[in-house]
């Protein structure tokens, strides 16, 4: 093999490896950038080595003879070798090599071009021993003033031997299920071990085999040594990771081995339940599962096909529902599906009654129930009035009249950190039939010429119409103007003078478009008539007309010597009698209310 300047004349075999690495050399030295000197050791230094020359591989010069061969930069033929100088390789240092000619000769030196003088030039010498199976690789061609040094290596390479690892009959294993690994190999090794992350766990000596857990099985294919396979039984996760074949002749085979599973462990972010969200406040739920590779996920609303993206972004109340999250596995064509109840609430917004009315009227004596509605998921609900009530529900039953008034609904939604409330007023009227407030004073005593007043007190509402007549006449008398004490009671009343024809029975019928009409009767008594005694018969105390009849003179006494009573013994006097009267007609009443008549 001879080397001359860029120009390779190489007779090598397959194993061997020839690399050039040009312009990496250059003097150093006693004389660094003048040349050799005669008798003068002399200093090449070789930089920017490569890996391979550092991590040991042997640098040599010269060729198969083993000689150093140096040739002139002005034609290859010139190239001559010789054996009579000492060459030394020093170790690499910083990726540099170090050739040191130990003595420079006169044959060493060639004239230079550029100058009278002797140029130097490298020297020839036998290399140190080296092995057998390492050939010459490495010219060194130095001229300072000339060319450039050219730095040659040769390593001789092992016969090549192939393992192959690959799994069988997938690139991948699954999770829990078994997985088998087989290593070709073109050499014949008596040893092969298969590890994982380097750590051999089954080995087989020309395949007879042992390993280190009962998980793994280990052969030869048909006792062939060529062709072993290893058993994986109950993958798991940690037999993800790298694994090799290794034989004792230096060859190996790695692959790595993916573990697919799922999926498994479907599961929500931030809940792994119902999930409640309030209006306005956006909130995300982030379907999640264990898969390798990566699993497809989607959402589902209420069992429709429509398909929405992960993670679901919450915030309005028209996603109040059922959704369902459903994981697939592609690759092992697997599917999970796991079930979200999503309740967005929100409100109250707007605040309605049923009936929607602002005031409402009902008769005395009948149910009612008015109902508070708002837009709200979830409102506590909150009556305040005559009435209370905790639901969104007042029920008023056999309604009276001290539950008429005002009624103020509160709605209040029970999720907001900030309460969130409105409120409605409406006012109550209870409608009732005229009735008699208190007592009816349904016996008036009067004298000829004095001014009587007639007085009805009733309860009734909405305002009742009063009407007046004498019986005996059947006229119709006008009242005085009618007073209103307070929202349901009214009082009418009657006033005039006593004339002798004024001893009657007055009748007042009030109306107010609740119920029937109803009729009192007020009887007015000549209190100048002196005692008086009822008789049962003459007493009406039907409903009608619940006072007493025209009730006769038992003892009649117009002795004219009463006339010489003093004024004020008269006044006792009638005052006596018309109380005895008063207690006489009530006494009779009761008397009859004993009888049950009516």
């Known amino acids: 093999m001879v080397f001359c300047m860029n120009y390779a004349y190489t007779i090598i075999t397959v194993i061997y490896t020839v690399v050039t690495l040009p312009n990496v050399c250059g003097e150093i030295g006693v004389n660094c950038g003048s040349g050799a000197v005669v008798g003068q050791p002399y200093n090449l230094q070789c930089t920017n080595i490569p890996d391979t020359l550092t991590n040991g591989v042997n640098v040599f010069l010269g060729d198969t003879s083993n000689s150093i061969i140096f040739c002139l930069p002005t034609s290859p033929k010139d190239c001559d070798s010789r054996n009579s100088l000492l060459y030394s390789v020093q170790s690499p240092h910083n990726k540099s090599l170090y050739f040191t000619i130990l003595n420079v000769t006169t044959d060493d030196i060639e004239p230079s071009p550029t100058t009278t003088g002797p140029s130097p030039t490298t020297t020839r010498n036998r290399l140190p021993p080296y092995e057998e199976e390492f050939a010459p690789v490495d010219n060194c061609h130095w001229s300072p003033e000339r060319a450039s040094i050219y730095l040659f290596w040769m390593h001789q390479l092992q016969p090549s031997s192939q393992y192959t690892l690959r799994g069988v009959p997938e690139s991948y294993a699954v999770l829990g299920e078994n997985y088998t690994l087989q290593c070709d190999v073109t050499d014949s090794p008596s040893l092969v071990e298969f590890r994982r992350n380097n750590v051999a766990v089954c080995n087989m000596i020309n395949c007879g085999s042992s390993s280190t857990d009962n998980r793994y099985k280990c052969r030869c294919i048909n006792n062939n040594n060529k062709q072993l396979y290893l058993n994986i039984s109950n993958i798991n996760k940690q037999d993800d990771t ?31 339940g119902n999930i409640d969200v309030i209006e306005g406040k956006s909130q995300s739920v982030n379907c999640l599962a264990d898969c390798k590779p990566d699993c497809n996920i989607n959402w589902s609303k209420d069992g429709s096909t429509t398909i929405l993206n992960n993670p679901l972004s919450l915030s309005t109340r028209d996603q109040t529902g059922s959704y369902n999250c459903t994981v697939t596995h592609t690759v092992l064509n697997k599917q999970l599906t796991k079930h979200l109840i999503v309740q967005i609430y929100y409100g109250p917004d707007r605040l309605t009654f049923l009936p929607d009315v602002t005031s409402i009227n009902i008769i005395e004596g009948r149910d009612q129930t008015i109902t508070c509605l708002t837009d709200c998921y979830k409102c506590n609900y909150k009556w305040t009035g005559p009435v209370s009530s905790s639901s969104k529900d007042l029920v008023l039953t056999e309604i009276k009249r001290n539950q008429e008034g005002n009624y103020r609904c509160e709605a209040t939604n029970i999720k907001n950190t900030i309460s969130k409330t409105r409120s409605k007023s409406i006012q109550v009227n209870v409608h009732c039939s005229p009735r008699i407030n208190g007592d009816l004073k349904d016996v008036v005593i009067s004298r000829t010429g004095e001014e009587v007043t007639l007085i009805i007190d009733v309860i009734a509402y909405p305002k009742p119409s009063f009407k007046w007549i004498q019986e005996s006449t059947g006229q119709e008398l006008t009242p005085d103007t009618t007073q209103q004490e307070a929202t349901n009671n009214y009082i009418s009343s009657l006033t005039f003078t006593i004339q002798q024809s004024s001893f009657d029975n007055y009748i007042v019928t009030v109306n107010n478009s609740i119920g029937d009409d109803k009729s009192y009767t007020i009887k007015i008594i000549d209190g100048a008539s002196g005692d008086k005694t009822l008789n049962l018969q003459q007493v009406d105390t039907t409903p009608s007309t619940p006072v007493a009849k025209e009730m006769e003179t038992k003892t009649c006494c117009n002795n004219r010597q009463d006339r010489l009573f003093d004024l004020n013994a008269r006044v006792q006097e009638l005052t006596i009698k018309k109380l005895l009267l008063e207690i006489e007609i009530l006494e009779i009443k009761k008397q009859k209310l004993l009888k049950n008549e009516c």
């Open 242 to 272: 790298t694994w090799s074949c290794r034989g004792n002749s230096g060859g190996q085979g790695s692959t790595t081995v993916s573990v697919y599973y799922g999926p498994q462990n479907t599961r929500f972010n931030p809940t792994n």
